[in-house]
């Protein structure tokens, strides 16, 4: 029983006991913009995304920011400098979490909105060419309009030509 007690005793306290930073080592989650950047494959936009994306509780969440892979997590974790440490009490890290979600919730926001002003300004951008309108349906319906107006002209013609015959006398409708 008390073996049972001292493991999980052990098993609870391990977290703890490794997440706590060493002298020289670099606090993931409190650590500047230049600190950052001491770690392999971090540059100031990384560095920039880390500090966006905290807190963390492990070093293995760096995956989740963006530009992080697996082969750069490796490297940092070989590396050795980088640490999880322990500073913050849980009420600090739950209002940091509350301002992390209300900072990504007005991004999204931000997104929408320009968004919908782009989808705006490409609605007005409709500009009608002549290639544009000289589609094939409309010049179907340009070809029936010159029909049309070809028939009106031969009426016209025969009409003239059946005057200029009553004038001379030839009518033949008598």
Do not use: H, W
């Not at 650590?31 to 994306?53: C, F, M, T, V, W």
């Not at 320009?114 to 609605?123: F, G």
């Amino acid at each position: 029983m008390k073996r049972i007690l001292v493991l999980a005793l052990f098993l609870l306290l391990i977290p703890r006991i490794f997440a706590e930073c060493e002298s020289g080592q670099i606090d993931i989650n409190s650590a500047s913009l230049k600190e950052l950047d001491q770690l392999y494959g971090i540059g100031p936009s990384r560095a920039q995304a880390i500090i966006n994306a905290r807190p963390f509780d492990s070093i293995n969440e760096l995956i989740d920011v963006i530009g992080i892979g697996e082969i750069t997590l490796q490297k940092i974790k070989s590396q050795g400098l980088a640490c999880v440490g322990n500073e913050k009490d849980d009420d600090e890290k739950d209002e940091r979490k509350e301002e992390i979600s209300i900072k990504k919730e007005e991004k999204d926001y931000n997104l929408q909105k320009t968004e919908i002003i782009q989808k705006a300004i490409n609605i007005e951008k409709i500009v009608l060419t002549p290639k544009s309108i000289k589609t094939e349906e409309n010049n179907e319906r340009l070809d029936k309009n010159n029909l049309a107006g070809y028939g009106f002209v031969i009426f016209c013609v025969l009409l003239l030509i059946l005057f200029l015959r009553k004038k001379k006398g030839k009518n033949e409708f008598r």
